[in-house]
């Protein structure tokens, strides 16, 4: 028998198992010889080394009827409907094979926590959702279809994301159109609070809101929260007496610089995340600008160190006290003159580094190790640390230069990368799908 023909045999076998196993059961009645049968469940498709079932299908028909409705969108016959989701469960099926081959899983602690998250954004506690989800008999097929969801995500990314190829002329020509321009700018998230000026207020009226309005901003920078600020000046607007002027405002939401309000649209992209400026005087009264957040900022300045180390490591015939002994050996030669990049060559256990001397080259703020990093701050330059201890070994280490370095080219390129992949990534997603479905075995059981 060939390699072909022992393949289909093994599938045809796998189907027929399937098959057996899932036959109705036959229940014997008392003083009846005959059975009765009931059927459980049944295969709509052989998929592979897996199958796909009835209660699957009819359970994916439910739900899109209802999400259907709900979105009041029309659905084809029932036929093709049908036909429709076996073909998505055996997609659906194909990668969750894929995945358990590659070893891609999820632990209870993991779906746990997503459950926790929905919980959250629900007002609930986890054990209060759990509730819920047990009341409705959804719970056990809530956390299959996180953990699948999940799964599926991370194989997909991990597939498609290889097939895609990003080159440095697309990134050139993507930053250098317009669309590029209009993508990459920032997204600023505003609040403001306008004082209210009317057509027939005195120019003594018109002062004294001009002066409420920046003892406002002097209260903000003082510490009192913008919208505590505003909400404090509406209760005093609507007290009898009156103790404030009629304000109003809100959060403009996320919006381009072009898509700010015309006043604003040079204001805001020159302000820092947290800032508030004002009073800024329009033709309705006196505005207070307060920028939250920024996103997507690519003017960046990052804190950059380069320094150099040692590293012995205990291991299988080094003691963690004959480490710390070589060590201290070898901070007694650094200190009696002995050249630190010839000792790191030939005696540093870091490969990444040993040849250069101990030289780690230019590291971001952050880009290192926490426990090495946590010495490397506080040091002055040229000055050589005592041995210290981190997870890795025993170190010694030498600050050689500190500097500021605008990333902003490197930031926008990343971030054009990103964007290019992205457009591209749903289309290479469904030519991958396509592919492996067009090279698996599937039967679709009538």
């Known amino acids: 028998m060939n390699k072909l023909q022992t393949t289909l045999h093994g599938r045809k076998r796998l189907g027929t198992l399937v098959l057996l196993t899932l036959l109705p059961v036959a229940l014997l009645t008392s003083g009846s010889a005959l059975a009765q049968r009931e059927v459980l469940d049944k295969v709509v498709a052989i998929v592979d080394e897996g199958v796909v079932l009835q209660s699957e299908l ?18 084809p016959t029932a036929t093709a409907l049908r036909e429709q989701i076996i073909e998505t469960l055996v997609v659906e099926n194909l990668q969750t094979q894929l995945a358990e081959r590659m070893g891609i899983r999820y632990d209870d602690d993991t779906i746990n926590d997503v459950l926790g998250t929905i919980a959250e954004q629900n007002s609930m506690t986890f054990d209060q959702y759990v509730s819920v989800l047990e009341d409705q008999n959804e719970y056990l097929n809530t956390r299959n ?22 080159t440095d002329q697309e990134i050139g020509n993507f930053l250098n159109s317009e669309m590029g321009r209009v993508t990459m700018a920032p997204d600023y998230l505003v609040d403001q609070t306008l004082i209210v000026v009317e057509e027939d207020d005195s120019p003594e009226l018109i002062q004294a809101k001009q002066q409420f309005a920046q003892q406002m901003l002097e209260a903000i920078q003082s510490g009192t929260e913008f ?30 610089a072009d898509d700010l309000p015309t006043l604003f649209v040079e204001l ?6 947290g800032e508030v400026r004002g009073p800024i005087r329009s033709a309705s009264g006196f505005h207070l600008v307060f920028l939250k957040e ?6 960046s300045l990052i804190n950059q160190t380069r320094a150099r180390h040692i590293l012995i490591t205990p291991n299988e015939i080094r003691t963690e006290e004959q480490a710390k002994t070589l060590i201290d050996s070898l901070y007694a030669r650094i200190n009696g003159g002995e050249d630190f990049a010839q000792i790191a060559r ?37 000055k050589v640390s005592e041995p210290f201890r981190t997870s890795f070994g025993w170190h010694i280490a030498e600050v050689l230069e500190r500097r500021e370095q605008d990333m902003s080219l490197e930031f926008s390129r990343q971030q ?20 492996i479905r067009e090279k698996a075995y599937v039967k679709i059981v009538e």
């Open 58 to 75: 009819e359970s994916r028909i439910v739900q899109v009827r209802e999400q259907s409705a709900t979105a009041g969108q029309p659905l």
């Open 346 to 382: 030939e005696l540093s256990d870091d490969s990444a580094s040993v040849v250069a001397g101990g030289d780690m080259g230019w590291a971001n703020e952050g880009g290192m190790p926490p426990d090495f990093e946590s010495v490397i701050t506080d040091m002055e330059i040229g």
């Open 294 to 299: 920024v996103r997507g900022d690519i003017a």
């Open 145 to 166: 279809q996180i953990r699948k969801e999940l799964t599926l995500r991370d194989l997909q990314r991990g597939m498609v994301n290889r097939r895609i190829n990003i």
């Open 416 to 435: 054009a990368e990103n964007t290019l992949r992205s457009r591209k990534f749903d289309i290479e997603l469904q030519n991958w799908l396509v592919e």
């Open 227 to 256: 919208t505590q600020a505003r909400a404090i000046a509406q209760r005093g607007a609507t007290a009898t007496p009156p103790t404030a002027f009629a304000t109003s405002g809100d959060e403009l939401g996320w919006r381009k």
């Open 268 to 273: 805001v992209p020159s302000m820092k995340a």
